[in-house]
Structures are given as structure tokens and as C-alpha cells.
């Protein structure tokens, strides 16, 4: 099966808090997205990465930066956690082929901004 | 620009009977079309999709889809809800020219025993 793991199912941070985000998936997809979920809002993408080292920005990058130094491996950092970035953090991953462009989701992560 | 709109925050219904989720979307290019289902405290999981052929899918659990080209639209059904079926369901389309993935802001469906 198919996994994509999130490294907290719940995080409880303080403001002005630098918080990491891990995500690691097994399936050795090129595509990996960071997206946050906020009620009445759906999902918001936030950053993705077609590759090692590469990384777009997507529509509401601001206050957050991601790295990516292995294929498997996409990390979202909060710079300086802010009350306004309380929310639920889903991270995806997917492979570029035509056929096989669906996404697959970790359980996401609660993070709850004090 | 492509977009996916899903008209319906949430839908209640009552358990057995049929629903429609409502999924439209806009886009100059041809696209490959998804349904996702996301229970409570859970991340999303694919429930069907559209890639080519037959425009009717369906679900493993009873739900099935049908692409419209002319009306731009893949409308969820399932003809006999069940309260295990409370959950919220996004739309998302993926352009065949760049592979952008596009979502809906999601439906929650509400059983009401």
C-alpha cells in the first residue's frame, strides 16, 4: 500500500515557535504538496515540489518555507508560529504519469498555535 | 485559469435515502477528474476517478460519478446513504497539459438517522 506519514497527528506549539512539519512517503513519487485545511475554505496549497531541492510556492505560501533533500522527504517549517496558522496541515505526495496522477494523502497534523 | 466548484457546503440527508453531490468545473484543456472522501479526524482517500472511457465509474462502497463534457460537470451519487457515509467529499481535477491539481472546497454530507 501506499503510505504517506505525517510525523504528529497533533502539535501544540507557542507563538513565535519555529515548528517542523515532516512528511515521508514510500513510493518514490517526484510530486510532494503541503496544504492546509480550514473550515468553509477546503484545501489551500500552501508549497510543492517536483523534485529534490526544488520547491513553488503555492497560493498562500507567506510565513512558511519547506525543504526537500531527499525524494522521500518534504518538510514544512512554520519561521514563527503565528495564532493564525492554527489549522490542519495535509501533506501529499503523487507521480507525474499520465495515468497515475492521483494524490495520496498522510493523516494529516492538528497544529494548534498558543 | 481552471477551478472546480462545489455549490453545496453540506448536504443532509436521511439515512437510506439518495444523494448528489454536486462537482463543476472550468478549463480550456482536457482534464482527469477525482472524487476524495475525508472521515472525521482522517486525511483524504481517493474514492473514484475519471482518466478515460466509460464516463460512468463507481465506488467499491456504492457511490459512482459521471463525466459530462457538455455541462463541465462530475456529479457524486450514491442511490442509499448510510450513516458510515458522513464525511466530507472534495472534487479535484488534474489538466492534462501541466498536471496542476485543482480542488473544490469540499461537501459535508450530514446522515441524519
Known amino acids: 500500500d501506499v503510505k504517506v506519514t505525517q510525523s504528529s497527528r497533533y502539535l501544540v506549539k507557542r507563538t513565535g515557535e519555529k515548528v517542523f512539519l515532516e512528511c515521508v512517503q514510500d513510493?518514490?513519487?517526484?510530486?510532494m504538496f503541503w496544504y492546509r485545511q480550514d473550515p468553509g475554505l477546503g484545501l489551500r496549497l500552501i508549497y510543492f515540489?517536483?523534485?529534490?531541492?526544488?520547491?513553488e510556492k503555492g497560493d498562500i505560501p507567506e510565513g512558511y518555507s519547506v525543504s526537500r533533500e531527499k525524494k522521500e522527504r518534504f518538510s514544512l517549517i512554520l519561521e514563527s508560529a503565528s495564532t493564525n496558522q492554527t489549522s490542519m496541515y495535509l501533506c501529499?505526495?503523487?507521480?507525474?504519469?499520465?495515468?497515475?496522477?492521483?494524490?495520496?494523502f498522510g493523516q494529516g497534523t492538528r497544529l494548534t498555535v498558543v | 485559469a481552471q477551478s472546480v466548484t462545489q455549490l453545496d457546503s453540506q448536504v443532509p440527508v436521511f439515512e437510506e435515502a439518495p444523494v448528489e453531490l454536486r462537482c463543476n468545473y472550468s478549463?480550456?484543456?482536457?482534464?482527469?477528474l477525482f472524487w476524495y472522501v475525508q472521515y472525521p479526524n482522517q486525511g483524504l482517500q481517493l474514492l473514484l476517478k475519471y482518466l478515460s472511457g466509460s464516463t460512468l465509474v463507481e465506488s467499491i462502497n456504492g457511490f459512482e460519478a459521471e463525466f459530462n463534457k457538455s455541462q463541465t460537470s462530475f456529479h457524486l451519487r450514491k442511490p442509499s446513504v448510510h450513516i458510515s457515509d458522513t464525511a466530507e467529499y472534495f472534487c479535484a481535477v488534474i489538466s492534462r497539459s501541466n498536471y496542476q491539481l485543482i480542488w473544490g472546497a469540499g461537501t459535508k454530507l450530514i446522515i441524519k438517522p
Open positions: 513510493m518514490d513519487h517526484e510530486n
Open positions: 501529499a505526495s503523487s507521480s507525474p504519469t499520465g495515468m497515475n496522477t492521483e494524490a495520496f
Open positions: 515540489s517536483y523534485d529534490v531541492k526544488m520547491k
Open positions: 478549463s480550456s484543456v482536457s482534464v482527469y
